[in-house]
T-cell receptor, first 115, second 112 residues
Framework: AQSVTQLDSHVSVSEGTPVLLRCNYS??????LFWYVQHPNKGLQLLLK??????LVKGINGFEAEFKKSETSFHLTKPSAHMSDAAEYFC?????????????FGQGTELSVKP | DTAVSQTPKYLVTQMGNDKSIKCEQN?????MYWYKQDSKKFLKIMFS???????INETVPNRFSPKSPDKAHLNLHINSLELGDSAVYFC???????????FGPGTRLLVL
């Protein structure tokens, strides 16, 4: 069975400092992994996805994530936080062998950015 | 030019009522989904349709009935609404093989 665990429910950083949001996954098969962002009272926007190509994945708005199979991790990073990055971030796993395109979401990490 | 749209955006209703939420996508995708986001922001899939055929039905009460009149639309009808149905409901769509799902803005349902 597939699952994903986001290790921090809340992360607070100062504007201009690096962001690290941690995610560990469990999958019986080679996984597809995603990060989605949800701004307050908004829908979900895809930040980036990993599908077994390059292990370092670049996404929108300066975010990137590194797939580490040995650590079963897919942490999200950004070198310098902006105020507009304050949002809820979801790490998501999808089993490529699944039928129906089922996504399994982590519990979410709320990112706060202080001026 | 909204890719995945939902109506209504907000829905406030009384317990016991029946309500519907509509979803439309103009991306040409063949698969559509309903997800429920609870008060703790946890997201879980409810249903998935591929070419108008139901392919995922998670353990959702029978009071919830999805309907897909065509590939571009997936509606969610809820009978006998309960307090616990209060949540944000998200519609999404994808090409099944690609897996990347694109989400609508959500419908915020409050049952009083």
């Amino acid at each position: 069975a597939q699952s994903v665990t986001q290790l921090d429910s809340h992360v607070s950083v100062s504007e201009g400092t690096p962001v690290l949001l941690r995610c560990n996954y469990s999958s019986s098969y080679s996984p597809s992994l995603f990060w989605y962002v949800q701004h307050p009272n908004k829908g979900l926007q895809l930040l980036l996805k990993y599908t077994s190509a390059a292990t370092l994945v670049k996404g929108i708005n300066g975010f990137e994530a590194e797939f580490k199979k040995s650590e079963t991790s897919f942490h999200l990073t950004k070198p310098s936080a902006h105020m507009s990055d304050a949002a809820e971030y979801f790490c998501v796993v999808s089993d490529r062998n699944n039928q129906g395109g089922k996504l399994i979401f982590g519990q979410g990490t709320e990112l706060s950015v202080k001026p | 030019d909204t890719a995945v749209s939902q109506t209504p955006k907000y829905l406030v209703t009384q317990m016991g009522n029946d309500k519907s939420i509509k979803c439309e996508q103009n991306l040409g995708h063949d698969t559509m989904y309903w997800y429920k986001q609870d008060s703790k922001k946890f997201l879980k899939i409810m249903f998935s349709y591929n070419n108008k055929e139901l392919i995922i039905n998670e353990t959702v009460p029978n009071r919830f009935s999805p309907k897909s009149p065509d590939k571009a639309h997936l509606n969610l009808h809820i009978n006998s609404l309960e307090l616990g149905d209060s949540a944000v409901y998200f519609c999404a769509s994808s090409h099944l093989a690609q897996e990347t799902q694109y989400f609508g803005p959500g419908t915020r349902l409050l049952v009083l």
